[in-house]
C-alpha cells in the first residue's frame, strides 16, 4: 500500500471525526458540562456499542489475534470473569454512583473516608489511565510508522506527536459528548476490519464457513482452560482476576465510567453495560478466531512468523491480503488507537479538572482551563508513548494489565472497603498506605515461586494488592467511629 493511499485513508477519517466533532460541540458556557457529563442525556445503545472500541483497542485488535499461538484461548477464561464483574457493576457501582450525582467518580472516596483519600484514589487513576492510554496508543502508532511515517523517514517521535494532535483537535471542545458518538464509528470499523480479514483468509485458503469453523475448532491453539494450579494462566486465577480487573479498569475508572453516567436513568445505564459486555465478550471471540487464521495462513504460505507476535497481523495485512484489505486494516487500526486515546484524554481532563482543580465556579474560565489541561495531558501521553518504544521488551496486552495489577489495586481496595464497610478512616495516612501496596505486591510477585511452592502469580496480583490496602485501611480505622 502506497504512502498516498495510507495518507488519504487518514485524511478522510480525520475530516469525518471533524465533522462529527463540529456537530456535537456545545457553545458558550455549557461547554464544560457537555465536556465533561454529555448532559447526561445519551441513548444508553450508542454508549454500549461505542464502548465496545474502545475497550478493545488496539490491544485486543493486534495483541490479541498474535498472542493465540502461545496462550490459545486461555484468554476467554478471563472473559468469563469480566462477564461476571460487569454483572457487578451494573448493579452495585452504577446506582451508587447515579443516586450521588457524580462527575469524577473519585468525589465518593471524599465523602466516604476524606480529602487525602479522594485526591490519592484519582492519582491513582490518573496515573493508571496514563500508562494503558499510551500503551494502547503505541500499538496504533507503530502500525502508522510502518505503513506511512517510514517512507519520509519521519521519525517515530514525529508520527507519535501528530497523532496525538489529531485526537486533541477533535476532542478539546467536545469531550465526553463527541466520544460517545465518534465510538460508534470507531467500533464499527474495528469490528469490520477482524470480519473483513477472516473473510480473505477463507477466500485465500479456499475454504468456506463450516470447514473455517472446523478447522479453527480442531487447531490445538484454541485450547481455553488450563488447569494447572502452578500456571500464569489457570483457570480459576484467570477467571477471579477476571471479575476483579474489570471492576477495576472499568467500574472504577473514570474512562469508562464516564460515558455510563452520561445516560439519562440509571436503569439506562444498567442495559448499557450489561449489553456492552455481551458484545464486548462476542468481539473478543471473533479476534481469536482471526489470530488461529492467521497462524494458518502462514503455515500454509510458508510464511515467516515475526519474532513479536504484535507484528504478525500488520505484517500479513499490509503485504499478503491485498491492497483493499490493507485499508479495511488501517481504518481499524486508527480506530483503535483513537478510541482508546480520546476517551483516555477526556478522562484525564476531567478527573484533573473536578479531583485537583475543584472547577465548579466560572464557566468561561473553566472552559481556558480545561483546555489547557486537556492540552497538558496530550504532551504527557506523547512522552511516556516515546519512553514506552525505548523500554518495551513484553508483548502490550501482558504489559497492560501488569501495570494496573500494581495501579489499580489501592482504587479496589479504597472502594471495596469504602462500600462493605462502615468504619471510618485516619484519612491522613491513606497515602502512604496506597504507596506502600503496590511495592509490596511487587515483593510477592517477584517471590512468589519460593513462597507459595512454585505458584506464580498472573493477573490476579490485582486481589493480593487490593487486599492488601484493605488489611490496612481496616488498621487505619481502629479507634474510629462509624459513619451516620
Known amino acids: 500500500m502506497s504512502a498516498t493511499t495510507v495518507f488519504i485513508v487518514i485524511f478522510l477519517y480525520f475530516s469525518f471525526l471533524m465533522l462529527i466533532s463540529f456537530l456535537t460541540s456545545e457553545k458558550g458556557e455549557n461547554q464544560s458540562n457537555s465536556f465533561f457529563t454529555a448532559n447526561r442525556n445519551s441513548k444508553w445503545y450508542l ?8 475497550t478493545l483497542s488496539g490491544v485486543t485488535f493486534i495483541s490479541v489475534p498474535g498472542m493465540v499461538a502461545k496462550s490459545g484461548w486461555s484468554y476467554l477464561q478471563f472473559m468469563m470473569g469480566n462477564m461476571v464483574g460487569y454483572a457487578l457493576i451494573a448493579y452495585l457501582l452504577i446506582p451508587l454512583f447515579y443516586n450521588k450525582k457524580l462527575i469524577s467518580i473519585y468525589q465518593y472516596l471524599k465523602t466516604r473516608f476524606g480529602i487525602v483519600s479522594y485526591k490519592t484514589g484519582s492519582f491513582f487513576f490518573l496515573v ?10 503505541y500499538l496504533a502508532a507503530m502500525v502508522l510508522q510502518i505503513a506511512f511515517f517510514d517512507a519520509f523517514n519521519i521519525p517515530f517521535a514525529v508520527s507519535v506527536l501528530i497523532t496525538i494532535i489529531l485526537i486533541w483537535l477533535y476532542t478539546f471542545k467536545g469531550g465526553i459528548k463527541t466520544i460517545v458518538w465518534t465510538d460508534t464509528l470507531q467500533t464499527t470499523f474495528l469490528i469490520l476490519a477482524a470480519i473483513w480479514t477472516i473473510y480473505t483468509i477463507s477466500s485465500s485458503l479456499d475454504i468456506n ?10 487447531s490445538q491453539m484454541s485450547s481455553i482452560f488450563v488447569w494447572d494450579w502452578k500456571a500464569g494462566n489457570f483457570f480459576w486465577k484467570q477467571f477471579f482476576a477476571g471479575i476483579f480487573i474489570t471492576i477495576s479498569m472499568n467500574g472504577l475508572d473514570q474512562n469508562i465510567m464516564q460515558k455510563n453516567l452520561t445516560c439519562k436513568t440509571v436503569g439506562e445505564a444498567q442495559k448499557n453495560v ?21 497462524y494458518e495462513y502462514t503455515s500454509y504460505n510458508g510464511i515467516q512468523v515475526p519474532e513479536r507476535s504484535d507484528e504478525l497481523y500488520p505484517l500479513l495485512a499490509l503485504n499478503h491480503f491485498g491492497l483493499f484489505t490493507a485499508i479495511v486494516f488501517l481504518l481499524g487500526i486508527i480506530a483503535a488507537a483513537f478510541s482508546s486515546a480520546d ?22 474560565q473553566n472552559n481556558r482551563r480545561r483546555k489547557l489541561v486537556h492540552f497538558g495531558f496530550s504532551m504527557i501521553l506523547f512522552l ?21 495489577g500494581y495501579t489499580y489495586g489501592p482504587l479496589l481496595g479504597l472502594f471495596v472497603y469504602g462500600i462493605y464497610s462502615k468504619k471510618k478512616v485516619k484519612d491522613k495516612y491513606v497515602v502512604y498506605l496506597c504507596l506502600l501496596s503496590p511495592v509490596l505486591s511487587y515483593v ?8 507459595f511452592f512454585g505458584y506464580q502469580f498472573g493477573f490476579e496480583i490485582l486481589l493480593v494488592n487490593a487486599l492488601i490496602t484493605i488489611l490496612g485501611l481496616r488498621i487505619l480505622s481502629l479507634q474510629k467511629g462509624t459513619m451516620n
Open 274 to 294: 450489561l449489553w456492552f459486555a455481551l458484545a464486548f465478550f462476542i468481539a473478543t471471540v471473533v479476534f481469536l478466531i482471526l489470530g488461529v487464521l492467521l
Open 128 to 137: 493508571s489511565q496514563t500508562i494503558g492510554a499510551a500503551f494502547r496508543l
Open 384 to 404: 511516556v508513548i516515546v519512553g514506552f518504544r525505548i523500554l518495551n521488551d513484553d508483548t502490550v496486552v501482558s504489559s497492560v494489565f501488569k501495570a494496573a
Open 343 to 364: 476517551s483516555a484524554l477526556t478522562a484525564l481532563t476531567t478527573a484533573f479538572c473536578i479531583d485537583f482543580l475543584s472547577m465548579d465556579e466560572n464557566p468561561q
Open 209 to 218: 464457513m463450516g470447514s473455517m469453523i472446523s478447522t479453527v475448532w480442531e
Open 47 to 54: 454508549v454500549a456499542y461505542g464502548m465496545v472500541g474502545a
Open 444 to 451: 510477592i510477585n517477584t517471590y512468589s515461586k519460593e513462597l
